[in-house]
């Protein structure tokens, strides 16, 4: 086995991103939950449909579109109907497909948790660099993957 060594400055920014990230995303979520009841991942759902065609995705390209399985899709899913946030909707012409579509209180419940999530955002990131730090941070981390790392990049 190959052992991989970096020198120690190389990894502090690694560490520090990951740190920072993971920090941040439960700050975020925590915010949501307490003021909203949403977790970070029902309010990313509740966002994409609010941007997609007549409010509506195929479950399977939610799912990918969060990087959720699909029994984790279904299981979030099923937290946000229950709550009268999605409704489940069949395609007329495949009956093999269904589709989650935002109900007029999910499209409620999002305009209201985006002014929290949007404060806790500009609060924990944004509100921390100039206009010129983001830009040259927006250009670094566009450079890394946002999807899977093709089997190439591997070899």
Known sequence: MTQISSPPQRLESWIAYLRSHSAITRELS??????????????????????AEAGMMRRVDL???????????????????????????????????????LTDEGAQKLSEASVTH???????????????????????LSRLPVTGISSSACS
């Open 118 to 140: 949007l404060r806790g955002i500009d609060e924990l990131f944004l509100g921390r660099y100039s206009g010129s730090e983001l830009a040259t941070l927006a250009e670094l």
């Open 30 to 51: 925590a915010q949501l939950q307490r003021e909203h009841g949403l977790t970070l991942n029902d309010y990313e759902v509740l966002l994409h449909l609010s941007h």
């Open 63 to 101: 799912a990918e579109s969060i990087l959720l399985t699909a029994s984790g899709i279904t299981r979030l899913l099923e937290g946000l109907e229950r709550a009268g946030f999605v409704c489940k909707q069949t395609c007329s012409s495949d009956a093999r497909v269904s589709y989650a579509k």
